[in-house]
């Protein structure tokens, strides 16, 4: 009995408190696992084709003909979800073309886009800022939604 008197009153508080802290660090930890998710919820929303009719893109091969290297066009058609029918603005001339052959076209700041990849996929935005040196910009969407740090990859300019 004697021994139970002489042990230090404090160690079952500072048990106490030693548990306390793991409870808050195991809640900061939780916290970052929902990060974590949402983060891996949001790739898993990217597709490796993002074609949509109605975009403008601007090709970037030569194989399709020297004369049509760097000329923009409206996609009329997406063909096998990776391939796509381009009419050219200029020239009016259709090429069948895949999308490695294509890159996306950022317009001026006010201009309306349409967001071809990721978690809000085929949704048309209206492009407010665009960030040059982190190649991402801020779209305001039609629900209200204002999504900053979509990269230029991930929406394209919609055809007048």
């Given at each position: 009995?004697?021994?139970?008197?002489?042990?230090?009153?404090?160690?079952?508080?500072?048990?106490?408190?030693?548990?306390?802290?793991?409870?808050?660090?195991?809640?900061?930890?939780?916290?970052?696992?929902?990060?974590?998710?949402?983060?891996?919820?949001?790739?898993?929303?990217?597709?490796?084709?993002?074609?949509?009719?109605?975009?403008?893109?601007?090709?970037?091969?030569?194989?399709?003909?020297?004369?049509?290297?760097?000329q923009k066009g409206v996609v009329e058609e997406?063909?096998?979800?990776?391939?796509?029918?381009?009419?050219?603005?200029?020239?009016?001339?259709?090429?069948?073309?895949?999308?490695?052959?294509?890159?996306?076209?950022?317009?001026?700041?006010?201009?309306?886009?349409?967001?071809?990849?990721?978690?809000?996929?085929?949704?048309?935005?209206?492009?407010?800022?665009?960030?040059v040196d982190r190649y991402c910009a801020t779209?305001?969407?039609?629900?209200?939604?204002?999504?900053?740090?979509?990269?230029?990859?991930?929406?394209?300019?919609?055809?007048?």
């Amino acid at each position: 009995q004697e021994s139970k008197v002489t042990s230090n009153p404090f160690a079952r508080l500072e048990k106490k408190d030693r548990s306390r802290k793991q409870e808050a660090s195991s809640s900061k930890k939780s916290a970052l696992d929902e990060i974590m998710i949402e983060e891996a919820r949001r790739k898993r929303k990217r597709n490796d084709h993002w074609l949509h009719p109605g975009i403008v893109v601007k090709v970037i091969t030569k194989n399709a003909g020297e004369q049509y290297y760097k000329q923009k066009g409206v996609v009329e058609e997406v063909v096998d979800r990776y391939g796509a029918l381009v009419r050219l603005i200029e020239s009016g001339v259709k090429l069948k073309l895949d999308q490695v052959h294509c890159e996306t076209v950022i317009p001026s700041a006010g201009r309306k886009v349409k967001i071809v990849n990721g978690p809000y996929n085929g949704q048309e935005a209206t492009l407010q800022d665009i960030d040059v040196d982190r190649y991402c910009a801020t779209l305001k969407l039609k629900t209200g939604v204002v999504e900053k740090g979509v990269e230029h990859e991930d929406f394209s300019k919609l055809s007048a």
